[in-house]
């Protein structure tokens, strides 16, 4: 099986008010009420029991003609409503995800793969793509789809990869190195490659994603557990609070009916946040997945917000990835014009970055479009030359390191000024290459990563969150130093090999830290396996994207920062609500208890704390009950959506949160319950 391609269609976002996603959510509110799928939320299950305790008692009233029936009827029925609320929060955040699963079932497609029995250049045979097993190897062209996952063992092709990244530029895919892993569903747009499958049918990267977005099954995370233990506690204290208050109504020479209990029990236990935890792990996960990440594990996007140390590749996450010329320098007695002449004649037939680069800035200097006289024949780069150029009959030009256009001179035909430049270009970050024609140096020309706009003040924001960010790169200390100081990162390390890497992030983990690091390639894997956070490029290798936890499907290594930002908004709002929800609890037992001391005659006396003029005990019970309710209601866009991250301290952090979600928290029952006491007085509900 594999998947059709949606070429240049992105990924759609599902609203909230998508009767897709609304609809199915709606139904699952009722299918969570199953007492099984409950109990794994202590809170929403106490409420459940509380609604099914009073639903008997109302029954029971209408057969026996009890008194106060639509009071206790009405308890109930809110009562439910809290607990569909709750669950329909939790719905909508795995609709999200079980709407982008369903969406890349509707594109499998059946898939002929065209399998090479007996290796390369054996027999071919059309199969079934759901017939191949690890180790075939399958042939496709130019509008072939890739029948399974697997690696190119031969040829470079043009692929189109938007059916999972929905991004419609191609990519190359190529044999050897990193860029030769190819994903069962993608298309060939030109060429001819070999690949060799390395899953078996329903072990593709496809059904792994379609598993992991279907967020419903994802496990909690630790500090989601030790949240639940928390709300728990807090539910158990409150159940022994109210439970007690009966004995002592009695020994007053009172009563409290049951239902009263119960929807006290209900108003002070931490319901709010009990009712939208889920939903906002959930929301997490989803989050990532429309920055097109795919988590492993909740645990992962938990992982992230926790994280103290990012390593980032320099190349194409701090620099733009490929090198640019922005200066010719001259050798004593060559004109500039000579020079850039050389340089743009050795680099027209150069299609390397750098190569058009230098082309460009030459044109910047008047070097003309076209040049008279007879062709010149390109020479090409080779690592044993270490240099290119052109050749026309006796007249060569080169360009290339220092050393091989030395030698290529003849020896001692660098001298010391240029040497001084090479050396002030090095220590400046860049890389020199020298020009040479016809064994005469004529200058140097400067290549330099570009360091990308704003990433600076992205890691000054990261610092004032308390990351620190270390650069990796292949480059030796002089440059990486010179590139780290112009980026704005903390530290970096320099001529890294996997081994060193490996070791960064184990010291740093010794210390009490979470690391987080990008890799795309085999030798990544080890690091990626270690570190709390490991994110793999989807154009890698499929060991890199079996070692980490999460898989960005872009394949851009900025994407961590993102990452990060994200995990920390799920952690914030976390934090936001469950603020809000204690503090909701505390106001919520000051309103309501006051209020119920006016319904017994022996608590008379101290009717008179009850300050907010709440009618009655029913009404302040039924007000507290719909408030409860309702707020959860309100909130379910938030639990969704998340609060909006800010690169803060902790410090500063934790008095935003107090300010806002626990005075709000405090304020809003009382002025919520007044306004619905007002009300269902004057309707008479109570």
């Known amino acids: 099986m594999a998947i059709a391609s949606t070429h240049g269609t992105k990924r759609r976002r ?57 009071f206790v009827g009405q308890i109930a029925l809110w009562l439910w409503f809290t607990v569909l609320f709750a669950n329909f929060a939790e719905a909508i955040a795995e609709g999200r995800g079980k709407a982008q699963a369903q969406a890349l079932r509707r594109t499998r497609t059946e898939t002929i793969a065209r399998r090479l029995d ?27 789809v890739i029948p399974s996952d697997g690696t190119i063992v031969d040829g470079i ?17 190529e044999a050897g190195g990193d860029r030769s892993a190819v994903t069962g569903g993608t298309r060939v747009l030109s060429d001819r490659i070999v690949i060799e499958i390395t899953q078996n049918p329903g072990e593709t990267f496809l059904d792994r994603m379609i598993s992991l977005v279907e967020s419903a099954s994802r496990q909690k995370t630790p500090n989601e557990i030790a949240l639940n233990i928390l709300l728990a506690s807090l539910t158990l204290i409150f159940l022994i609070a109210v439970v007690t208050l009966q004995p002592y109504a009695i020994f007053s020479g009172a009563s409290i009916e049951v239902p009263v209990l119960i929807a006290l029990l209900v ?79 050795a680099s027209r037939a150069d299609e390397t970055p750098e190569g058009r680069s230098i082309v460009a800035l030459a044109r910047r200097f008047g070097a003309p479009e076209e040049v008279a006289g007879d062709p010149w024949t390109f020479v090409p780069f080779t690592a044993e030359t270490r240099m290119s150029g052109v050749d026309r009959g006796s007249d060569s030009i080169r360009k290339g390191a220092g050393d091989s256009i030395d030698k290529w001179s003849g020896g001692d035909a660098v001298s010391a000024e240029i040497t001084a430049q090479v050396e002030v270009i090095a220590r400046s ?17 400067h290549l330099k990563d570009i360091v990308k706009p704003g990433i600076a003040e992205r890691f000054a924001e990261l610092r004032r969150m308390g990351l620190r960010t270390v650069m990796i790169t292949g480059d030796n200390p002089l440059t990486a130093a010179a590139i ?49 956070v490991g994110v793999a490029m989807n154009s890698g290798t499929q060991a890199a994207k079996e070692a980490a936890n999460l898989v960005d499907l872009d394949s851009d290594p900025t994407k961590l920062i993102e990452i990060v930002e994200t995990g920390k908004q799920m952690l914030i709002t976390r934090g936001a609500l469950t603020t809000f929800s204690i503090a909701n609890d505390v106001a919520k037992y000051f309103a309501i208890i006051p209020a119920m001391f006016t319904a017994y005659a022996a608590l008379k006396p101290l009717s008179v704390l009850n300050v907010m003029g709440l009618h009655s005990a029913h009404s302040a019970i039924l007000s507290a009950v719909i408030f409860n309710a309702l707020i959860i209601i309100a909130l379910v866009p938030l639990a969704l959506r998340g ?9 500063a952090l934790l008095r935003r949160n107090l300010l806002i979600y626990g005075l709000g928290g405090i304020i809003a029952p009382f002025i919520g319950i007044k306004i619905i006491d007002v009300i269902i007085t004057a309707i008479h509900l109570v």
Do not use: H, W
């Open 643 to 651: 609060v909006r991250f800010r690169a803060v301290g902790a410090a």
């Open 267 to 345: 108003c002070l236990i931490p319901t709010t946040i009990g009712g939208l935890l889920s939903a906002i792990g959930i929301a997490g996960i989803d989050r990532l997945l429309q920055k097109n990440v795919l988590a492993m594990s909740g645990r992962a996007v938990e992982a992230a917000g926790d994280v103290d140390t990012l390593l980032l590749d320099k190349t194409g996450t701090i620099t733009l990835g490929n090198r640019q010329a922005t200066e010719f320098l001259p050798a004593p007695g060559i004109t500039m014009e000579r020079l850039v002449q050389a340089a743009d004649l």
């Open 118 to 144: 007996g290796g390369i250049g054996g027999k071919e045979t059309r199969v079934p793509a759901i017939d191949l097993r690890k180790g075939d190897i399958v042939v496709c062209e130019a509008g072939d």
């Open 14 to 70: 599902t609203s909230v008010t998508d009767p897709e996603l609304l609809i199915p959510a709606i139904g699952q509110s009722f299918v969570k009420l199953d007492p099984r799928k409950m109990a794994r939320n202590p809170v929403m299950f106490v409420v459940e029991i509380g609604a099914v305790m009073t639903t008997y008692g109302f029954i029971a009233g209408l057969v026996g003609q009890g008194t106060d029936n639509s």
């Open 157 to 173: 092709a043009s692929v189109d990869e938007s059916a999972i990244t929905g991004e419609s530029a191609p990519v190359i895919r």
């Open 429 to 445: 970050g860049g890389t020199p290459l020298l020009v040479a024609e016809n064994r005469i140096v004529l200058g140097t020309i």
């Open 484 to 532: 780290a100081a112009e980026a704005g990162v903390d530290d970096f390390l320099a001529q890294a090999t996997p081994e060193n890497k490996l070791d960064l992030i184990k010291q740093e983990q010794a210390g009490g830290k979470l690391v987080a690091m990008t890799g795309d390639g085999t030798n990544d894997a080890p690091a990626l396996a270690q570190a709390d």
